[in-house]
C-alpha cells in the first residue's frame, strides 16, 4: 500500500496544532488563500456537507459599514452551527452544552493579508464553562469533527500556535436567571410565548440582534431526552460590541454570537435560563483594552436588564 505524504503530513500537523493549543480555550485555524477561492460560503458548505446544522452565517462587514461606515478587515463573518447527534449525545449527561449550541465561528482575513482564518471554541474553553470533563470522549469526538471539516474546507491550513494568558475571571462565567412558571400543562405553550415575546422586545429595545433560535428540547425528545418541556436556545449579538472588539480580536467570534438558553423540566415550575459572560472573552484571549471592555460591560448590563425585566 503506497502512502499518501501530502495526507500524512497534514493529519500530523493537524494533530500537532491541536496538542500545542490543549490549553487554550479557544482555536484559531489558519490556510493561505492566495487565489481567494476559500470563502465563508464554501466553508459553510463543506460543514453541510459532513451534517452540521447550520444556524447563520453573517457578513458582518455590511453590517459595520452600514452602521460605521468601515470595517477592520477584508473579510469578517459570524457563523453558527451544531451537529444534532453530538450534542444531543453530550445533553444527556451535560445539558450546560446548549451554551455552545450552536457554536459560534468567526470567519476573517485581515487587511492586505492572503490567508483566511476560522477561530472557534477549544474543548478546554467549553470544558471550563460547561463542566464537561475536557477529556470527555464525546466532547473530544465532537471537537475532532469541527477540526475535520476545516481541514477539509481548507486545504494546507493547520491550527495556530496561541499563547493567551489565560487570566483570572473578574466574575461569574455563567449569568443565570431563573423563572417561575407555576401553570398547567396545558397552559406552558401560551406561558412561554408571553415570557419570550417581552423578553425578545427588550433585547431588541436594547440594541440586539436576534440572530437565530432553536428549540433544542425538540432534537433532545426525538433522540430518547423526554426530560424538559421545552429547552430554546437563541444566538444573541449587538453590532457595536463584535465590531469594536473584533478590531483587534477578530478571534472573539468564537465567543459572538452568545448562545442563551431556556428550559424548564418536566413536573417542576423553576425555568433556568442562562449565558456565558463576556468575563470569558476577557479572561480567555486577552481582551484588555478600555474600549473594548467598556463595550462588552455595557451590553452584559443591558441584556441583564432586559432579561430580568422580562422575568420579574
Not at 237 to 246: D, L, M, T
Amino acid at each position: 500500500m503506497k502512502l499518501n505524504f501530502k495526507v500524512l503530513a497534514a493529519a500530523l500537523l493537524l494533530t500537532f496544532g491541536m496538542a500545542l493549543n490543549a490549553a487554550q480555550d479557544i482555536r484559531i485555524f489558519t490556510a493561505d488563500n492566495n487565489g481567494g477561492k476559500v470563502t465563508a460560503k464554501t466553508i459553510e458548505q463543506a460543514f453541510k456537507d459532513a451534517g452540521f446544522y447550520i444556524t447563520g452565517n453573517n457578513d458582518m462587514n455590511k453590517a459595520f459599514e452600514a452602521k460605521f461606515k468601515d470595517h477592520a478587515h477584508d473579510a469578517y463573518n459570524l457563523m453558527t452551527l451544531h451537529k444534532k447527534d453530538a450534542v444531543t449525545t453530550l445533553a444527556k449527561k451535560y445539558p450546560e452544552i446548549a451554551l455552545f449550541t450552536p457554536l459560534s465561528m468567526s470567519i476573517f482575513t485581515k487587511k492586505g493579508e492572503k490567508t483566511i482564518s476560522v477561530s472557534s471554541m477549544a474543548a478546554a474553553g467549553i470544558a471550563k464553562i460547561t463542566g464537561i470533563p475536557a477529556d470527555n470522549a464525546d466532547l473530544a469526538a465532537y471537537m475532532k469533527e469541527v477540526a475535520d471539516v476545516l481541514a477539509k474546507a481548507m486545504p494546507n491550513g493547520k491550527f495556530e500556535a496561541l499563547s493567551y494568558k489565560i487570566a483570572k475571571p473578574e466574575g461569574d462565567l455563567i449569568k443565570r436567571f431563573t423563572y417561575e412558571m407555576d401553570v398547567e400543562n396545558d397552559e406552558i405553550e401560551d406561558e412561554l410565548d408571553g415570557l419570550q415575546e417581552e423578553m425578545e422586545a427588550g433585547l431588541e429595545t436594547a440594541g440586539f440582534v436576534l440572530a437565530g433560535f432553536n428549540k433544542l428540547g425538540v432534537d433532545y425528545a426525538a433522540a430518547g431526552n423526554d426530560k424538559y418541556d421545552f429547552f430554546d436556545v437563541y444566538s444573541i449579538c449587538k453590532v457595536a460590541v463584535i465590531y469594536e472588539v473584533s478590531k483587534t480580536h477578530p478571534e472573539a467570534g468564537a465567543f459572538a454570537p452568545c448562545t442563551f438558553y431556556m428550559y424548564k423540566i418536566k413536573g417542576e415550575k423553576e425555568v433556568h435560563l442562562a449565558y456565558p459572560a463576556v468575563y470569558n472573552w476577557m479572561s480567555s484571549i486577552d481582551v484588555t483594552d478600555e474600549a473594548s471592555k467598556g463595550v462588552l460591560l455595557k451590553a452584559q448590563d443591558a441584556m441583564n436588564a432586559a432579561v430580568n425585566e422580562a422575568t420579574e
